[in-house]
Each structure stands twice: as C-alpha cells, then as structure tokens.
C-alpha cells in the first residue's frame, strides 16, 4: 500500500520560508497520483492547502495563493510545497495526500484522498 512521508517542517519566523517535502514508499510512484497538502491547527478542521494533478495542474486555497506554490519532480518521485512569507496563522501541522484521480474542483477536499502522511509540524512565530 502507498505510504506517504512529509519532511521539511520546524520552526521558522514571520516572513520567512519553508519547503515540505513529500516521498512516496519504496515501490509506488507519485506520478500515477494527484497530491494534496492540508493543514490541521489545534481545534481546528483540516483544510486544503494546495493540490498537484498529474499533469502538473495546481490549485491553491484563498489564503495561500501568491506565497506557496506546489511543484512536482518525477525524476525524484517527490511533490514540494513552497511556503514564502509565512505567517503565524500559518501555524499547523501539514500533511501530504494522494489519490488516483480527483476532480480539479474536489482536489481541496479532504475526502477525497485515500492515502496520507502521518504530517510534519510547522510553527511560525517569533
């Protein structure tokens, strides 16, 4: 079964930058599969962030459009998320997720992802 890892996250300042990594087990390739990044706060509901389709077409949430950007790297079977200008609202911990084939308008949905990671913390403040 895929299994997903996030790495990347830590603590980091207003302003500044951070990429998250996500990399598929041993055996799978991410190309097969369109990828979402959510984000969860402590009592909050998870929300999309941003989501890859296969052919490299994205989608970003309200809030983050203009400071992340989600790539894709075949070659390397990883999915980056770019984070520019972060914010302490920003503060969440960030999982990647996988499915075969989801809507361009349902890619932010949580729902519609089999597979996930167990998520990598992200912190802003000063």
């Known amino acids: 079964q895929l299994q997903l890892v996030e790495s990347g996250g830590g603590l980091v300042q207003p302003g500044r930058s951070l990429r998250l990594s996500c990399a598929a087990s041993?055996?799978?390739?991410?190309?097969?599969?369109?990828i979402g990044w959510f984000r969860q706060a402590p009592g909050k509901e998870r929300e999309g962030v941003s989501c890859?389709?296969?052919?490299?077409?994205?989608n970003y949430a309200d809030s983050v459009k203009g400071r992340f950007t989600l790539s894709r790297d075949n070659t390397r079977n990883m999915v980056y998320l770019q984070m520019n200008s972060l914010k302490p609202e920003d503060t969440a911990v960030y999982y990647c997720?996988?499915?075969?084939?989801?809507?361009?308008?349902?890619?932010?949905?949580?729902?519609?992802?089999?597979?996930w990671g167990q998520g990598t913390q992200v912190t802003v403040s000063s």
């Open positions: 041993s055996g799978f390739t991410l190309d097969y599969y369109d």
């Open positions: 890859i389709s296969t052919s490299g077409g994205t």
């Open positions: 997720a996988a499915t075969l084939k989801v809507l361009y308008n349902l890619c932010l949905s949580k729902d519609e992802y089999n597979y």
